[in-house]
């Protein structure tokens, strides 16, 4: 009789397990569901032509978190609601200029644009003499006596031969992030900075720079030059090293203003109390509307939701949208939900971003131990037919980071990153620079990661 | 003192081994060669806007033929030629328009072109009632009475679903190849083709059609439509469906013309007579200027020999650089290659087609026994910090299909196909859509796989 019903259960057990879609099935669907009945490229639409760049402080940034607000409450959510937080307002103001001056009656305009956090030239503009430097030591070498009173050019350019062109940027950012804060230091009246871009055009790319510990009346104008203006430049250096440069900024600092994050949940059926994020940023820099960075994250963390609506999936775990505000300069949103997160003693298990472009996914980058990251690998087979299945250890998400601890496992997606530097923080980031299905496919490699992080957790002992 | 020699064999040959670079070092110098000194992208420049569309049998396409000859000859080829080859012409003519008349004087346009090899329609024009239908078995089933004297709409869309789009392709071209053969035996006046492209926008896109046995007075005109247009006009006719439709193309065939292959070769040092050939098509359609649809896998060929000759790498077996003429609208120049080399008693090994645009490279397809497969599989590693070992069997490119037989291995580039139907054969395939480094990760990808067969050849027993 007990050997009968435990093959009744047995039974009864693989039946009902024959009647749940296999995970092979969940994913295809939500494949088809993206590709055939998304929201994301119109959403993105919306963000990136109805309201356009979001620079954090700014008017477009708060009619970006009510738009959001308003989006994800229109998703079958249990909850949705905004984060306070503080966030810098620097304003890139009406007027921005330089040329070359080569001589008397000689000069040529250049493209340039104020990195973020930049002060302002006098109202007057900056003259003054330029000196070339590819690295920091080059420029330390130079000393205070041939750097005094110039404006040093930091034209380093983007190595081309980094496959991952994220690699590449890390090589060259500094010039940008630091250049300034070091050129003052030797008496540089302000500096130039060689856009990071790979790709040689006329766009200059804004981007955040800092002064750290440099006292207000030390600090030096920033101001980033196109990749042709920089080759243009040093070429004219090279048969004038006594040329002028002319720098008009007409940009501010102002007082930090209140902004939020915006956050949606589904409350967990099974496990309420394991959180899974997953989101973007919602502030953009100014130039631009944004659209790579990070709208397409912005539509694809909101579409993930909208998929499992769908498929009519109810999550076991608790499963959150962040919409975070002020990554470009500040991560005062990444950092504002990680305190929350911990003062509410929320478990988070996993967090994932999508900041690195609309364009093919290829796989996701991972924080995880090596336990958590094999589990992780056992996934892959289910990305191979969909052609995003690299999985690798290291780097997720800006915005994430702050939740950073033994236990949680952060991922972020990796697509395609060959175009993405051509965007970066400048004007062409918009939203014809888009691929409808290339976004649509980042979505549903997000949503079919989290629906398998939802089916299983995380084990400690994954073998 | 046998064992004392076979020792100093076995240091020497050892020490040989150590001098000599690694596939792994070759393939980086081969990537980092193509990314920072690269002629493909420069190359391309020149094809695309100084030459420009390129349809068989036209000005433009003997252009194409002595620059390449040119180009290859700047080369370190050892033998540079062309080949005969007789191929069709077809001329869009000087004016194609089509509009929607839903009543009288309510006309509106609509993006029209015509399809590669159809007929003209009277000089005054054809204006006719409109069936829509999505395939031909649905058109069989109306009959000639429902079809006959009217144009048929064929509408049925690229189904967004799959992730190859090439796949999508497969599933709706049959439209546009045979569309106007079986119509015309129904009747009908003249056939409206949905474009093959998976977004909606204003662009038509030719390509090739067949009337197959159709004799001459049967024949009808084909266009193709945008797929806004093709919207529009289904909608046009869900409210209304006694609108007429008017078409008015002026193209016009023309009998055979003289016109090239362009080849290039460098003999193999040690296997002269194992042939390994890559190529690309240099025809393109006269809508675009023809930068993916094949610049690109022209430019890429020819980069593998830039590469090797940057490196100084001297093959083995004899390689072979082929552009293809007439790819589009015969394989005239497919065919005529395969029976040169027949005539000449040439033994092929390998021949690799890049004929999929010039995006970013996720690895190659082969036609190949298992046995060989098994050996290509065994050099996915040193494709894979590339992002470009995605190997799979099945399908290769066009024109070197007619090499096929028991012995030859067959290979086509796969790059990312998300964008390529934006791009096919219509006026927005031109220079501006290219990427540079996704352009020369195709050429450097290429030369890898070369360089690999070019070393171990194909063993006919590989375990």
Request: proline share 4%; net charge negative.
């Amino acid at each position: 009789m007990k050997k009968f019903i435990a093959l009744l259960i047995l039974c009864l057990t693989s039946n009902l397990r024959a009647q749940l879609p296999s995970h092979e099935q969940q994913i295809e669907k939500i494949y088809k569901n993206a590709l055939t009945a998304g929201k994301a490229y119109d959403w993105l639409d919306h963000l990136s032509n109805k309201i356009g760049g979001r620079l954090s402080g700014s008017l477009n940034a708060e009619r970006a978190v009510s738009w959001g607000k308003t989006e994800l409450e229109s998703l079958d959510l249990d909850r949705v609601y905004l984060q306070n937080v503080m966030v810098p307002k620097w304003v890139r103001g009406t007027f921005e200029y330089a040329s070359i001056i080569s001589g008397p009656g000689m000069s040529m305009n250049v493209p340039i644009c104020a990195l973020g956090g930049s002060i302002s030239t006098p109202s007057s503009g900056l003259r003054a003499g330029v000196i070339e430097v590819k690295t920091f030591e080059e420029l330390e070498a130079l000393g205070e006596e041939k750097v005094s009173g110039k404006f040093v050019f930091f034209n380093r350019p983007m190595p081309a031969e980094y496959i991952n062109t994220f690699e590449a940027y890390s090589k060259t950012s500094n010039q940008r992030t630091q250049g300034a804060a070091i050129a003052a230091k030797l008496g540089a009246v302000g500096v130039i900075v060689r856009s990071l871009n790979l790709r040689l055009d006329d766009f200059p790319h804004t981007g955040s720079m800092r002064y750290g510990d440099l006292p207000n009346n030390k600090r030096i104008p920033a101001a980033a030059i196109s990749t042709n203006g920089a080759q243009l430049l040093s070429s004219m250096l090279s048969l004038n090293k006594d040329l002028k440069f002319y720098l008009k900024l007409d940009c501010k600092n102002f007082p930090d203003v209140p902004s939020h994050n915006v956050v949606g949940e589904i409350k967990g059926s099974e496990y309420p109390d394991e959180i899974i994020v997953v989101g973007g940023h919602l502030d953009s820099w100014d130039l631009g509307d944004g659209s790579h960075d990070d709208g397409a994250g912005i539509v694809q963390a909101m579409e993930v939701f909208h998929l499992f609506e769908k498929m009519d999936y109810k999550p076991k775990r608790t499963i959150r949208v962040v919409m975070y505000m002020n990554e470009e300069n500040g991560l005062r949103g990444g950092k504002a939900y990680a305190k929350y997160a911990e003062q509410n003693n929320e478990n988070h298990i996993f967090a994932l971003e999508s900041d690195a472009g609309g364009f093919s996914p290829r796989g996701f980058s991972f924080e995880a131990t090596n336990s958590q990251f094999k589990q992780i690998e056992s996934w892959k087979k289910y990305f191979t037919p969909y052609m995003a299945d690299r999985f690798e250890l290291g780097g997720s998400g800006a915005d994430i980071g702050p939740l950073r601890n033994d236990q949680i496992v952060l991922s972020g997606l990796r697509p395609d990153s060959q175009r993405y530097f051509e965007y970066h923080h400048t004007a062409n980031d918009t939203f014809d620079a888009i691929n409808k299905r290339e976004l649509e496919l980042g979505a549903a490699a997000m949503a079919s990661l989290i629906y398998l992080v939802d089916q299983y957790g995380f084990n400690l002992e994954f073998k």
